[in-house]
């Protein structure tokens, strides 16, 4: 929820009051009896921050030439400390874990508390989700989770990604900063997502491309008033944009493939009679309602405490009333150690690393247009050949034993060919080249078709260093 604004009058006041009775009516119910806040604007990091740090990360990838690059190799490590964008996505997710602390250990409510609630907010809740619902860990789910946290949530991307460069003060990176995290996880946990790498890192280029509608706009109704739904009260022709989910719009079905992860494992679906009695007891409510409830025979609170609270409103936030920060820091690291001593369930609860060595650099993005950085027959494409090729093995065979016994021929999959000879391929495939005097990448982004008409760019050979004289 947001900020209640600070107001001094009777009815104002009695219209928060009714909206605190929502609330309590809404997350004080059992088993969750316990409820707590979690006010994002105060101790958390804030937006100046993920902006200023962002502006000092990205600057460690603006590399013009090769004598440029050398020339920032040997301070690299300290400029990339220094800019705090690593310890930004640590501290989300450690924030993340903290919240499922609460949820699974402590059986709690949690209320996330921000200024207007349409920017942090959906960062945690979002990761919560994903940590905890395998659904959201696969395309389908992970699209929905978008969709309802921060298209429908109403994320300013229109302001935060500067489309329109009106603002620089508003242009903040916090869905980029929540790919990052989600990557974190993928590098980390690669069997639990149905989804690679790369599908995260195209999906963060098409933040930034104005041709869709999905990151375009500030909110569902600007979205709605601006694309011809209520065009009678518009001077100008409505937009007709693309939605970013479309993937044939961008890609060719075998670059899609790309995007698929063959290692994932689709968990096994339930049969009726398992199924009942299962129900997810870990999502974010998309409303409070205020309408009247019966009320429950615990009191809790929000029931006891609320004349009280109203009475405090002026001058202090919710959070700082009933914030139980110190509690939980004393229960994170044994959960969290907890967790990390058992067997992964890839279809489970699922934590990240947040050690400072294991929250990594997302090289596939911020890399893959520096050939000096790239490994030729090295990095994660290397091993995931490898993998791939004993897959294709193991079908083959698995279609020679469907054939005996069936007398059908099973159908190849395609994925395995793109990633043959992984000698020739570079450490950031697919958007590096296949090959030595090759412009043009596997899976190339929409930008670098806007420039495939330039004839210098295409007749100019690629720079790479040649590891033999290394």
């Known amino acids: 929820m947001s900020a209640l604004p600070k107001e001094q009058d009777d009815s104002i006041l009695q219209v928060q009051k009714s909206f605190l009775d929502g609330i309590y009516r809404i997350i004080h119910k059992p088993p969750k009896e316990l409820v707590k806040t979690e006010d994002l604007s105060s101790n958390f990091v804030s937006l100046q921050d993920i902006q200023t740090a962002y502006a000092k990360f990205k600057q460690l990838f603006l590399i013009d030439n090769s004598t440029e690059f050398w020339d920032t190799d040997i301070k690299w490590f300290s400029l990339l400390e220094s800019s705090s964008w690593l310890d930004i996505i640590r501290r989300c997710l450690k924030k993340a874990i ?24 959906c960062l945690i809740s979002s990761l919560v989700q994903v940590m905890m619902d395998p659904h959201c860990r696969t395309r389908v789910g992970f699209q929905s989770l978008v969709q309802k946290e921060w298209i429908m949530g109403g994320h300013c991307f229109l302001d935060r990604c500067n489309h329109l460069r009106q603002s620089d003060k508003e242009e903040v990176p916090v869905f980029l900063l929540f790919l990052d995290c989600v990557w ?28 869709f509608s999905t990151f375009f706009f500030n909110s569902p109704h600007q ?50 009679g398992q199924r009942k009695g299962v129900r997810s007891t870990h999502q974010r409510q998309p409303s409070l309602p205020l309408t009247q409830s019966k009320s429950s025979p615990k009191r809790g609170f929000f029931r006891e405490e609320t004349d009280h609270l109203i009475k405090n409103l002026l001058g202090k936030r919710i959070s700082k009333l009933i914030n139980s920060s110190d509690e939980l820091q004393d229960n994170f690291r044994e959960f969290y150690d907890s967790w990390h001593s058992k067997p992964t369930d890839h279809h489970g609860l699922l934590l990240p690393h947040i050690e400072g060595p294991e929250i990594k650099v997302w090289a596939q993005r911020y890399l893959r247009w520096i050939p000096e950085a790239q490994i030729l027959g090295g990095g994660t ?9 004993m897959m294709e093995e193991v079908q083959s065979l698995q279609e020679k034993i469907d054939e005996r016994h069936h007398r059908q021929e099973a159908l190849q999959a395609e994925a395995p060919s793109l990633l043959r000879n992984s000698v020739r391929l570079s450490s950031l495939f697919p958007f590096a080249l296949l090959q030595r005097h090759s412009s043009k990448p596997v899976l190339p982004t929409s930008g670098w078709k806007a420039l495939g008409d330039e004839e210098d760019l295409a007749k100019r050979e690629d720079e790479f260093v040649d590891l033999g004289d290394v």
Not at 193 to 210: A, H, K, Q, W
Not at 236 to 242: A, F, I, Q, T, W
Not at 381 to 389: F, G, Q, Y
């Open 98 to 121: 903290e919240i499922i602390e609460c949820l699974e250990a402590q059986n709690m409510s949690v209320l996330l508390l921000e200024e207007n609630a349409s920017d942090l907010c």
């Open 184 to 211: 974190q996880l993928v590098h980390q946990h690669p069997p639990a997502f149905e989804f690679t790498e790369t599908y995260l890192t195209v999906l963060s280029d098409s933040l930034y491309i104005p041709i």
């Open 381 to 389: 494409v290397a091993t995931m050949s490898k993998l791939l090729e």
């Open 223 to 272: 979205k709605d008033t601006n694309m011809g739904r209520e065009s009678q009260e518009t001077q100008s022709k409505p937009l007709n944009l693309l939605t970013v989910w479309d993937w044939s719009v961008q890609f060719e079905p075998k670059a899609q493939m790309l995007l698929r992860n063959p290692l994932y494992v689709e968990k096994p679906k339930l049969d009726k």
